[in-house]
């Protein structure tokens, strides 16, 4: 009786699958597309603006602390001269941090989603939601040529340099505001290489896992 009570407080949980993913991986694509076969909602880019309804701060300027870590040097002298962010005693990127964080809360709490990247692996996972963390990679030639087509660049070089430079803010970001490593597989219950899967593939893969998760 107690399974049977617990598997019924389980059944009511919602659905949250997070996206981890390296930059020109599809990894957002992916998320779109599971997000559609699942009917579930789907958050990325649109948590910035969420953000900025939620805490009145600038919408540029959040844009621009997105997924990125606080600059200890910056805050180091925000604090020494007292100008600090919104007139409040910490960066942009922890002020949107914590929004965010919140805002991912809330999310968990009223629907089943679709979220990309923004620590919401951690930021869930003492949370009473079924969570099923995904992380999306792909082969270097691969992910150039997927950045060359959709990104402002005209050289695999410059779309190299564009991939480790997102990647390394991606790591930094994900490394400071956790306890974990960014893209450490022990953080992920499915890592999937979407270029060998494609899109709708992968897409499918995770939809499954999810269709199993719901079984159990």
């Not at 990325?44 to 805490?55: G, Q, V």
């Not at 910056?74 to 020494?80: D, K, P, T, V």
């Not at 001269?81 to 005693?89: A, I, V």
């Not at 270097?140 to 997102?166: D, G, P, W």
Request: charged letters at 25%.
């Amino acid at each position: 009786m107690l399974y049977s009570l617990a598997k019924g407080l389980i059944d009511f949980m919602n659905t949250i699958i997070t996206i981890g993913r390296q930059f020109g991986s599809g990894g957002r694509e992916v998320g779109e597309k599971l997000a559609e076969k699942l009917g579930y909602a789907f958050y990325d880019n649109h948590l910035i603006a969420m953000a900025a309804e939620k805490s009145g701060m600038s919408h540029a300027a959040l844009t621009d602390a997105d997924e990125k870590a606080a600059n200890p040097w910056l805050y180091a002298a925000m604090s020494q001269t007292g100008q600090t962010s919104f007139g409040l005693n910490i960066s942009t990127n922890d002020a949107l941090f914590t929004v965010q964080a919140q805002i991912i809360r809330d999310i968990a709490k009223s629907e089943n989603a679709v979220i990309v990247g923004r620590c919401s692996d951690y930021i869930l996972k003492d949370e009473e939601v079924k969570l099923l963390n995904v992380y999306n990679y792909a082969p270097t030639e691969a992910r150039i040529k997927r950045v060359l087509e959709r990104e402002n660049v005209s050289t695999e070089q410059q779309a190299l340099q564009m991939m480790k430079r997102h990647d390394k803010q991606r790591k930094l970001y994900y490394d400071f505001y956790t306890d974990r490593k960014w893209a450490a597989h022990e953080n992920y219950h499915l890592t999937l290489n979407s270029d060998r899967f494609g899109i709708d593939g992968t897409a499918d893969i995770i939809a499954a896992a999810v269709s199993a998760n719901k079984k159990d």
